[in-house]
């Protein structure tokens, strides 16, 4: 059956609503930037398929069914090894050229550099730590929001964001003022 | 040091996840691919709108006021 004009514009506000957490998680996750655009839209295209079930939710529960979609969706690609092995080797990949890809033309060189370093450093932390600095940072989320959304205590966020920060401050010889 | 040359941890922060953002292009790529068209209303519909209103209309401005009123 055709979509009424209801739906679609349902659909899109929630799309718009979620659509940066999401791909923060999920970038956060799998650190390939087109894998993390295709796991969005097929986290989103459930999304459409069960929208009389997503709609009626509120706004934190809509977030939290969208986020254990995400979950699964990003467990599956793992299982797949083709997919993980492609995925490792962009990583690879990436770490090897982002200082180039990173620093745009409009950075200061020196600063283009430091965000090349932060880039490696993220890629270099531990899974978690990785998925939430990227919800919290890319993704705007407070650690109440990210805590809902992954199934953690906020405490916990919040330790694991200060131990992010901790390492990659190190990583790059920076003083870390929280 | 919180000035360009000597960014600090929160001002790279910024900067990182300015660069990870997804475009607002490539996320309207994304909802069209996942929505259908919403189909248009049929061509019949609009030629039956139009035919009754240019008939409200021709039948409004030229028929004589008391002819007009005993229709109703």
Sequence with gaps: MPPSRDDAAVFTQIFDQHRHTVHAYLLGRVTDPELARDLLQETFLRAWRRLSELAPLPADKQRAWIFTVARNLTIDSYRADATRQAAEATLHQQAATQPTTVAGPHLHAEFGERLAQLDAAIRRLPEQQRVILSMATAGGLTSRQIGEALGEPAGTIRYQLSQARTQLAAALDLEDDP | ?72
């Design chain 2, 1 to 72: 040091m919180t000035n360009s040359a000597h960014p600090d941890l929160d001002q790279l922060l910024v900067a990182w996840a300015h660069t990870q953002r997804l475009p607002d292009a490539d996320a309207q790529r994304i909802r069209q691919a996942i929505i259908p068209p919403v189909p248009a209303l049929e061509g019949s519909w609009w030629s039956e709108f139009n035919h009754k209103l240019s008939t409200a209309i021709t039948r409004a401005t030229t028929t004589p006021v008391p002819a007009f009123a005993a229709l109703h």
